[in-house]
């Protein structure tokens, strides 16, 4: 990868999606490592290195550290090439539902959904994940997911409303700290209404 041409990115991808599975954490991790620079240095082959690493952040196997320098490749790939960021925030938005095994994991992309998502043009479309990762997590997964909901309330005037009905959901919720959490939320987003 880090010797190869632009054109046999695509050939690299297909021949490392059935070896990785074979592969021990560690040689998964540099492989990972050595794909963002490849991103970073190819802009033009960013959303295949992009579509290649999220498919292996939505998969149940893998350890939290080969996980999490998925998603520290992501974000680093976003900031070195910003035309692609809302791709790769679909992405990363789209592997809330299976990341629940590691919650800090969980936690972690769900703060830069949040982020992200509400600076860009519909960030709308990021809400229900985001929700949905309230839905199906643990309480500190549910806690952040209320957070995020809270900074997209914040930030986008034109789903305030609709995001304060889903607070009010949360607001009953069985953990002090969501319920806290919704609380602050739902103020803060109640007075920017009014």
Do not use: W
């Not at 959303?47 to 998969?59: E, I, T």
Request: neutral net charge.
């Amino acid at each position: 990868l880090k010797t190869g041409s632009e054109a046999k990115i695509a050939r690299l991808l297909r021949y490392l999606t059935n070896l990785m599975d074979s592969m021990e954490d560690d040689c998964r991790i540099e492989i990972v490592q050595s794909l963002a620079a490849t991103g970073i240095s190819y802009p033009s082959k960013h959303l295949s290195v992009v579509d290649f690493l999220g498919k292996f952040l939505q998969r149940r196997d893998g350890s939290f550290e080969f996980k999490h320098t998925i998603l520290f490749a992501l974000v680093e790939m976003m900031q070195a090439d910003p035309s692609n960021n809302e791709y790769t925030l679909d992405r990363l938005a789209d592997t809330l539902g299976g990341t629940h095994t590691y919650i800090r994991l969980t936690t972690e992309i769900l703060n830069v959904v949040s982020e992200l998502g509400r600076t860009f043009h519909s960030p709308g479309r990021y809400i229900l994940p985001v929700y949905n990762c309230y839905m199906l997590g643990k309480p500190p997964i549910r806690a952040s997911a209320v957070s995020a909901l809270g900074k997209f309330g914040a930030y986008c005037p034109h789903h305030r409303r609709s995001i304060l009905a889903l607070l009010e959901k949360c607001s009953v919720d069985e953990n002090d700290e969501v319920r806290d959490r919704a609380a602050l939320a739902r103020g803060i987003i109640a007075a920017a209404i009014e």
